[in-house]
Structure formats: C-alpha cells, structure tokens
C-alpha cells in the first residue's frame, strides 16, 4: 500500500505542481503584464527576448566549446550593452536565454540520433 501511495504521489506531483503554476501566472502574471495603466509591458518584454535570443545564438555560434558560465558572463555584458538593462534583470534574460537554446539543443540531438542509428531488426 505504501508503495502504491508513494508511486500515486511521484507521478502525480509534478503534473500537479506544473497545473498549480499555470494556474498562479494566468491569475496573477497575466493580468500585470496586460495592466493598462502601462501599455507596452508586453511587447517591450518580447523585445527583449528576441534581441536577448539573437544575442545567445551569436554567442554560442561564437563560442561553441565554452562553458556556461563564460557564455553567461559574456551574455550578460552584452545584453547590459545593448539593451541598457540593470543587471538582474539581463542576468535573469541571458539565464533564460541560454536555457531555451540548451533545450533546443539537446532536441534537435535526440532527433538526429533517432534518425542516425536504425531501428532493430526483428528476427
């Protein structure tokens, strides 16, 4: 029974935290972001993000063979030079940044691996 209820609450915790999280944004985030006593808070946070995007894929195009920190210490001076962003908030961009171009990485690998080795053959 034990066994059962921890495996209930393993499979069902993530699925649960992630609903609860979604659910918080949509209530809270959401409505700040469309807040109309600041127009524009939305489209500048996209701004941001596709020339903090830009930035990471020249950088990791540059510097394929370094490491995170040295990719994120230079992000992070670069989007502070060209966005004039307190350094927090580019930090928290750049971390973000590299993150999304990491998954899409490892995706991009997965699917040319499933590609690259053939499937068994059955005998």
């Not at 307190?86 to 930090?91: F, G, I, M, T, Y």
Request: aromatic share 6%; proline share 7%; charged share 30%.
């Amino acid at each position: 029974m034990n066994h059962l209820l921890e495996l209930i609450l393993t499979n069902a915790a993530v699925p649960a935290a992630i609903f609860i999280l979604g659910w918080l944004i949509g209530k809270y985030f959401k409505p700040w972001v469309h807040d109309e006593k600041h127009p524009g808070r939305l489209e500048t946070a996209e701004e941001i993000a596709l020339i903090a995007k830009r930035l990471t894929t020249e950088l990791v195009n540059d510097f394929p063979n370094a490491s995170w920190d040295d990719w994120l210490q230079k992000l992070t001076v670069k989007i502070i030079d060209e966005l004039d962003l307190k350094e927090p908030l580019a930090r928290r961009e750049a971390i973000d940044q590299l993150a999304s171009n990491e998954l899409a990485r490892a995706v991009r690998d997965v699917k040319l691996r499933k590609e690259l080795i053939p499937p068994p053959v059955k005998t």
